[in-house]
């Protein structure tokens, strides 16, 4: 079970079908009407906790004045690396909730297949990482704890091209998107915010790719460098 805050995370997750119990502050009433009339539509009764009670459930500054109880939502790993998957994204010891939960997030937006947490990576359920989703993990598959050869092993079965994000790479996204290799089912992996990907990792990829910076910025954020490989991966595949 875990937390989930806010309106649009709590309404994502009714749609799912996952929640178990909410919890509403009767001073947030007036503007989550329709939200709690959803929950009952449902049979689930909402339970009041005024601000103080209900921010002992959050980590957030200012609660947003409804939380939801959910069932995990996470699969196993041949739920999300599949045969007709094209377009999945592998966070590699990903640690910050943050940069995870915009990971979900964008793949979701660009309609990716699913995303996988590896081991090592942080907890799907972290409240920061569940807000930072915005409600996109009930929208899509993942699959965590997963061991990273045995994603790519997974990958290669199912048919799809597996791609490292790294500065070190070979070979430029934009040259990938030119010779319409990017219209191939693909596999994305994305490193650790510090360290990126160990030798022994990349080695596992079919091409280390890098983006290509044009300013002065030294290198992309995490969840940056994935929104710009997963969107241009996905507009390859739909004019492809």
Excluded at 217 to 238: G, K, P, W
Aim: aromatic share 4%; net charge negative; with cysteine.
């Amino acid at each position: 079970m875990f937390l989930a805050e806010g309106p649009q995370a709590v309404r994502e997750a009714l749609r799912a079908g996952v929640v178990t119990d909410l919890y509403v502050d009767p001073s947030a009433q007036d503007r989550l009407t329709a939200l709690v009339d959803e929950a009952f539509n449902l049979g689930i009764v909402p339970r009041e906790l005024d601000t103080r009670d209900l921010g002992s459930l959050t980590d957030t500054v200012t609660p947003q004045g409804i939380v939801a109880v959910c069932r995990r939502v996470d699969v196993g790993l041949a739920d999300v690396v599949r045969p007709g998957a094209t377009l999945l994204v592998c966070c590699v010891q990903v640690r910050d909730p943050g940069n995870a939960g915009t990971v979900v997030r964008c793949a979701d937006a660009f309609g990716a297949d699913g995303v996988v947490l590896t081991t090592g990576s942080v907890e799907l359920t972290n409240p920061k990482t569940v807000r930072a989703s915005v409600g996109s993990l009930f929208h899509l598959p993942v699959t965590v704890g997963a061991d990273l050869a045995a994603v790519v092993d997974a990958a290669h079965a199912a048919g799809l091209q597996v791609l490292a994000a790294d500065g070190s790479g070979d070979v430029e996204l934009s040259a990938l998107s030119r010779t319409g290799e990017l219209a191939q089912p693909t596999l994305w992996l994305m490193g650790n915010e510090a360290w990126g990907m160990p030798p022994e990792d990349l080695a596992l990829a079919d091409r280390v790719v890098r983006v290509p910076l044009y300013g002065a910025a030294e290198s992309l954020n995490l969840a940056t460098a994935a929104a710009v490989c997963l969107y241009t991966t996905a507009t390859a595949q739909h004019e492809g």
